[in-house]
């Protein structure tokens, strides 16, 4: 049979019917990867913690607008969307680890159904596969379990792109305006998820675009109402913060972009090979078990010379290259590198895989159904295995039990957590943030080095009846005491001494 007539055999879009059950066992799979030991593990610091400390400090104020880690710390490093994800779910399931982790296993199911409808454009015959690929991949499975935000970037910027390539890569002249307004409902949400960042594929779309249909063909893209919405969804967080907070426009430019972009201020893997030592693991370890569909893919990747004519046989393949390397590009530029940055890169490397993958995998046969199950098996014991028998000394759930253990949980009303530091980041690392869902209290966190340290420690203990201050290993408790004392509270009580060699002072106001 010519290549050409294979080629078009390959195209052809499925029956409906196999559409649709291909559709549902696409979403039993996510459901299964997604929920199973969901809520079994507890929730691990620093970041884990911080972010449901954050949305309890919402439900429990009420002020949904403020971010923050206590009533006396405000947060605004991240905008607000995963906070009010988080406490809806708690809202609704009640304060514990299910809850919490419900709404990722849910954006991990969504995002595997919105490349399913970038399927539906780009690989018609198997739509489903470039979701399977997603769902199957060791990252995205993983990262599925862990509180974030970049699970939900994730999903926003894939809402972003099913868009864009629907509009982008549909048979109308013009792209359909529903499709672009999904764009920019996707980059909205993207933006009000995690700011700057959540708009990088961006740098992928313009180009693609300008080289495709000229620069009159952004045009198309960047519609007016589209722009409005955008803002609209994305930016009114952002400008009623501001007006309340004066403050806040340097803090973002400063802190938020020039010190992750240009400096290592974040202590986050910064340096000239900073990206090499976080990011090809991730990637290596995070694309199993597609190493052989990448591996086709990089031999068969044109040449410098083939590359003009590749890229206009081929402007799926280019369009999807382009959105994974150039964002991957500013990831390995920027000073500010964590694992989790790279997730949102999975859609395309998904896509990608997919299409490699299209002529080689068939689920109608034995041999290609028993590994899916076998793989799917061992991607379930190992988030049981790390559910169970995972305990590291940054579980908030083991350090709640402990702590219970040293002295009654109802003895005392707040808990204040006094670090040998001076810095608000050693406060935001170290303090047990996450205990404030297992022991229903507010979490302090005191910077003792701190020029504002003794304030700072006496408003937190004048807040509450009684107050459980646990005192860093590194500070003599002797040195703490008078300034507990300096408060004018009624008195200081000595009940712990051995959890973790800190010292535990009950506090009457």
């Not at 199957?136 to 379990?145: K, R, W």
């Not at 972009?261 to 370890?285: K, M, S």
Request: aromatic residues 12%; charged residues 15%; hydrophobic residues 45%.
């Amino acid at each position: 049979m010519p290549h050409d007539r294979i080629r078009e055999l390959h195209s052809r879009p499925q029956p409906a019917s196999s559409t649709t059950r291909a559709l549902l066992w696409l979403i039993c799979l996510g459901l299964l990867l997604g929920f199973a030991f969901q809520g079994t593990r507890g929730l691990w610091g620093p970041d884990e913690g911080r972010y449901v400390d954050a949305s309890l400090q919402m439900l429990d104020t009420g002020d949904y607008l403020t971010p923050g880690y206590s009533p006396d710390e405000v947060n605004f490093s991240k905008p607000p969307t995963t906070y009010w994800v988080i406490a809806a779910a708690i809202k609704l399931g009640g304060r514990n680890a299910w809850a919490t982790r419900t709404p990722y296993a849910l954006a991990f199911l969504l995002t595997m159904l919105a490349l399913y409808g970038m399927g539906k454009r780009l690989i018609p015959d198997k739509p489903w596969l470039p979701g399977l690929v997603y769902a199957l991949s060791a990252f995205p499975f993983v990262t599925g379990n862990i509180i974030s935000t970049d699970v939900f970037l994730t999903l926003c910027e894939a809402i972003a792109m099913l868009g864009f390539v629907l509009a982008a890569f549909g048979n109308e002249p013009r792209p359909a305006k529903r499709y672009v307004l999904l764009m920019w409902l996707g980059w909205g949400l993207a933006f009000l998820t995690k700011g700057p960042p959540g708009l990088l594929p961006l740098v992928a779309i313009i180009p693609f675009i300008v080289s495709r249909d000229g620069w009159r063909g952004l045009g198309r893209f960047f519609i007016p109402s589209g722009l409005i919405l955008f803002l609209a969804i994305g930016g009114s967080w952002y400008a009623i913060v501001m007006l309340r907070n004066p403050w806040l426009p340097h803090y973002f430019l400063h802190q938020e972009v020039y010190n992750r972009l240009f400096t290592g201020a974040q202590r986050r893997h910064a340096g000239a090979w900073g990206w090499v030592l976080i990011y090809l693991p991730t990637l290596v370890l995070g694309a199993l078990p597609w190493w052989l569909s990448i591996g086709r893919g990089i031999r068969s990747a044109p040449s410098i010379r083939q590359w003009k004519a590749w890229r206009a046989q081929h402007p799926v393949e280019y369009f999807l290259a382009l959105w994974f390397l150039l964002p991957f590009a500013v990831f390995c530029l920027a000073q500010s590198r964590l694992p989790l940055y790279l997730l949102p890169l999975f859609l395309p490397l998904s896509l990608l895989v997919a299409l490699e993958l299209r002529p080689h995998i068939d689920l109608h046969r034995t041999r290609h159904r028993l590994w899916l199950v076998i793989w799917v098996v061992a991607l379930l014991l190992l988030k049981a295995s790390v559910a169970y028998f995972m305990h590291p000394s940054n579980d908030n759930r083991l350090i709640a039990q402990q702590l219970g253990e040293q002295t009654p949980p109802d003895s005392y009303a707040s808990m204040v957590f006094i670090e040998n530091t001076a810095e608000d980041y050693t406060i935001e690392e170290e303090t047990p943030w996450g205990l404030r869902m297992y022991m229903n209290k507010p979490i302090y966190g005191i910077p003792f080095r701190a020029t504002q340290a003794d304030t700072a420690l006496c408003h937190a203990l004048h807040s509450w009846p009684t107050s459980l201050v646990v005192i860093d290993s590194y500070i003599p408790a002797e040195e703490v005491i008078p300034k507990l004392e300096a408060c004018h509270v009624s008195s200081v009580t000595r009940v712990g001494t051995n959890w973790r060699k800190r010292v535990l002072e009950r506090v009457e106001r």
